[in-house]
């Protein structure tokens, strides 16, 4: 699929003073941005990226990234390269609380013990800083042809029914520009400067409290006494205050809580006062402390970190998509946010991808807002409920709700799934036992292909794929006729047929059909539609099916 600047049908209406046209802007660097623009290159189209910073930050938003964030990159190659690249907290997943670091442990858990996926997923959990998983994925998208500008900032933006019009501007020359898209993902983070900017509100509790944030260099090898951990809870200097080992040896996040409804802000974190908190949660009153910028060459070393839960009300504004922070904000516990604004990339970026190369309808779109927004919201009143539960029970009471079924078992409902009757209506489906239905996560079933051990989800390479049972040989026709007719690409795979063996002969069960059934699963890796058995019309059904999923007008789709 090659690679495109513009729709080249829109690209020949555009007229004006434009600097650049791309089929697509992104506004923000973060990782949600970064995803986004790597994934709309492996379909097939160019963007261009803007982030404000001149970097990336050296202060994690997120720390650890969930095994569907892993499947996502494994299907892009990347899962190895990330996992090389994986903190220290990957040898020390504990969680521990105290007075001060020198005093004595009142717990000390394993955050990560209650929600390993187990047979579920091919992949794991990657311990890996945020910042670190930027500085993978952003060469990988700069060598796929995308245009990352960091150290630019979105001045203003006009969208109109054909596209969006923005200026842009290049802080260190002051240099502005006018850049005509396609579309304009905001990724901007939780601010969401773009979506005020539009009026759209957002629902939920909203700020839970504030934080101040800062890094600091100290030697705190006498008050660890040989202990390891990758977060501590402590009550000094105030009870919620955090301490989290960084990458470097020596180098330190600590945060204590803001009470702004008290009069504190904060820009009442002075240095010094920051360097005598640090001795206070340590313990340690002649403590020797560096403060360092969150952001190399930044004058401001303290961060107004928002604790908050919230959902936007609507994910789309025409021609402009809400992804990650700027469309939903959660409590920490859980670690949902980050890999929710990968999911939010992942799912948007192929439908973009499809109405641009003319294979979807633009109603297409409006299926993201339909699926990510519900599970947006079950994913906050998740984390809520985790974070009641800690706070407020102990025990068993206190893991009750269930994170892996929040990371692999939520279900999609749109135009762009075909539902099947008596589809349950809860908006999660416990993934440790599969049903394959549609508007649900493909399965993974081990295989194996000449001696090799594969996933059925390496075999969603980006492509519509069908996959059908060992006895399900008129498939493969029909599929190559289905392509054909819609010109799009469509890989077909029969298990336990062809080299493509299921040993444990699972497949079937885990997916619900038949040795002659077949499954359609979407280029996001979620499944569409489904035939339990070999059907009369399997051609025209299929046609049907990938007709409606993409929006299309069945009638021109007949007629050619």
């Known amino acids: 699929m090659r690679l495109r600047d513009y729709d080249d049908r829109e690209a020949e209406t555009m007229t004006g003073p434009y600097d650049h046209k791309t089929a697509v802007l992104i506004v923000g660097g973060g990782i949600t941005g970064l995803s986004a623009a790597l994934f709309l290159a492996r379909w097939g189209v160019r963007s261009v990226l803007v982030e404000r910073h001149p970097s990336t930050a050296i202060m994690p938003q997120a720390r650890a990234f969930n095994p569907r964030s892993m499947e996502i990159y494994r299907a892009l190659g990347l899962e190895e390269e990330i996992l090389r690249h994986q903190s220290i907290l990957v040898d020390m997943p504990e969680m521990i609380g105290a007075d001060t670091l020198t005093g004595e442990e009142r717990f000390r858990v394993d955050m990560l013990a209650q929600v390993r996926p187990g047979g579920i997923s091919p992949a794991d959990w990657a311990l890996i800083d945020q910042d670190e998983l ?59 400067g773009i979506r005020d900017r539009l009026g759209i509100g957002a629902d939920g509790p909203g700020v839970l409290g504030h934080a101040a944030h800062f890094i600091f260099d100290a030697d705190l090898d006498d008050a660890l006494r040989g202990r390891r951990f990758s977060l501590a809870y402590f009550d000094q200097p105030t009870t919620g205050t955090v301490l989290a080992p960084l990458g470097q040896v020596g180098r330190w996040m600590l945060g204590v809580p803001c009470r702004p409804r008290q009069g504190e802000s904060v820009e009442d974190f002075s240095e010094r ?69 990968i999911a939010d990339a992942h799912n948007l970026a192929w439908k973009l991808a499809a109405v641009l190369h003319g294979q979807a309808g633009p109603a297409l779109l409006d299926t993201y807002e339909a699926e990510r927004r ?76 000449a001696g090799t051990k594969v996933s059925t989800l390496d075999l969603f390479t980006g492509a519509f794929t069908l996959l059908a049972g060992a006895e399900g040989a008129e498939w493969a026709e029909a599929a190559k006729a289905v392509a054909a007719a819609l010109d799009l690409d469509l890989d077909l795979h029969r298990i336990g047929a062809a080299g493509l063996h299921d040993p444990d002969k699972r497949f079937p069960d885990a997916y619900g059909i038949t040795g002659a059934g077949a499954v359609l699963v979407r280029p996001d890796g979620f499944v569409g539609w489904r035939a339990r058995e070999l059907l009369q019309q399997p051609e025209q059904e299929l046609l049907r099916a990938l007709t409606r999923l993409l929006g299309r007008d069945a009638g021109a789709v007949s007629r050619g």
């Open 134 to 192: 930027e500085r993978v994925v952003r060469p990988h998208a700069e060598r796929a042809g995308v245009d990352v500008r960091f150290g630019t900032e979105l001045v203003s933006f006009d969208a109109d029914t054909e596209g969006v019009t923005a200026v842009v501007r290049e802080l260190g020359s002051g240099t502005e520009s006018r850049v005509r898209a396609g579309y304009l993902i905001a990724a901007d983070g939780n601010r969401a």
């Open 273 to 341: 006062r920051c360097i005598e908190l640090v001795r206070r949660a340590v313990g340690i009153a002649d403590l020797d402390v560096t403060l360092v910028p969150p952001v190399p060459g930044w004058s401001r070393k303290v961060m107004d970190v928002r604790i908050g839960a919230w959902v936007t009300r609507r994910y789309r504004a025409g021609r402009v998509f809400f992804a990650g922070d700027a469309a939903h904000v959660f409590p920490p516990t859980g670690s949902f946010g980050a890999s929710t604004g």
């Open 374 to 449: 519900p599970v947006a919201r079950t994913t906050m009143e998740t984390a809520l409920r985790i974070l009641d539960a800690r706070h407020h029970a102990e025990g068993e009471e206190a893991t009750r709700i269930d994170e892996v079924s929040m990371a692999f078992g939520y279900r999609y409902r749109s135009t762009a799934v075909r539902p099947e009757p008596a589809t349950p209506e809860d908006p999660v489906e416990d993934p440790r036992t599969p049903s394959g239905r549609p508007g649900l996560r493909a399965p993974h079933v081990w295989l194996d292909r």
